[in-house]
């Protein structure tokens, strides 16, 4: 039986991106006390695979995550989960809201709703917790007057909800990441996301560069974020997230070129798109590049050109 670790305790958003995952069909699913606890009991063996939140559609990336997945030993993403995010605010039973002095979440959650709680409690103070689910939890241990978190949680830990819905943003969306120990990467899709972090020389034109290897290949990038090299001042892992699969002409020729050209490269998986939207690439001409489709018909003949088969 395969053992899935994930942002615990029981009832956080992290679990309910996992179980939505056809990974945890038949699954040991395993609560860790945080995102880099995680992350580590994928390195060491003692969980297949681990699901952490890596980015939300209001707050952008989550740094842990970023930084832990360019430790070491190395790890990939195998699979993305997109999850929309409803908060409400739970008390113990009895508890009235003139009652409420402290409310705790976890960061990304006090971040969703830090305008409603503004306008509704404010005089109470706001606490982090190291997830939702944790915060429900010790609102009913009375550690906390009340938490955000999801639905589930208040009917996990015994608590009455207070307001619904407390979110400012409606609409809002979290993607997961199931990471795992390096390996074959999964088949192509043809509707898949590459991820990379690489640092490069300190010196201008640098980054334009790295980008340029993307661009000239026609590579879509989605996102790009800096996150500081903890131990080299004034250096950046830059993580990187394209449309693609390294399995693919265009998608390998750009991994080599920055190869190459950066100082380092980390990999960090291909893997299939998430959610409805997710609109398979065109795979006709795109152009003067002619798309993957190009790339694939010029190393056909280059192939070709070295064989002497054709000229």
Not at 170 to 186: C, E, I, K
Not at 204 to 209: F, I, S
Request: with cysteine; aromatic share 4%; proline share 7%.
């Amino acid at each position: 039986m395969a053992r899935l670790a994930f942002l615990g305790p029981s009832g956080t958003f992290t679990e309910q991106a996992l179980r939505s995952l056809p990974e945890s069909d038949g699954a040991e699913l395993v609560p860790c006390g945080g995102s880099l606890a995680v992350l580590a009991a994928v390195r060491d063996g003692s969980a297949d695979a681990g699901c952490v939140p890596i980015e939300n559609s209001v707050e952008g990336a989550v740094p842990a995550v970023l930084d832990g997945l360019v430790a070491d030993p190395p790890l990939v993403i195998v699979r993305e989960a997109l999850v929309s995010v409803s908060f409400d605010l739970m008390v113990r039973p009895g508890t009235r809201r003139e009652d409420v002095r402290t409310v705790a979440s976890h960061t990304h959650g006090i971040a969703q709703t830090r305008g409603w709680i503004a306008q509704h409690l404010p005089d109470a103070e706001v606490l982090l917790s190291t997830s939702t689910s944790e915060a429900a939890a010790q609102v009913a241990r009375g550690e906390f007057d009340a938490a955000v978190a999801s639905p589930l949680a208040a009917e996990l830990n015994g608590l009455e909800v207070l307001a619904g819905d407390v979110a400012d943003n409606a609409g809002a969306v979290t993607r997961f990441a199931l990471v795992a120990r390096p390996g074959p990467p999964p088949a192509p899709t043809g509707n898949d996301r590459t991820s990379i972090a690489a640092t490069t020389e300190n010196r201008p034109g640098t980054l334009l560069g790295l980008l340029t290897e993307l661009a000239v290949r026609g590579i879509d990038l989605t996102r790009i974020e800096s996150r500081p090299i903890k131990d080299r001042h004034a250096e950046y892992w830059f993580h990187l997230d394209c449309l693609g699969h390294v399995a693919e002409p265009a998608m390998g020729e750009a991994l080599a070129a920055l190869h190459r050209r950066c100082d380092r490269v980390r990999f960090l998986g291909s893997y299939p798109r998430a959610g409805n939207g997710a609109a398979p690439r065109p795979t006709g001409p795109a152009g003067p590049l002619g798309g993957t489709d190009g790339f694939a018909a010029a190393e056909r003949w280059l192939a070709a050109l070295r064989s002497g088969t054709s000229w």
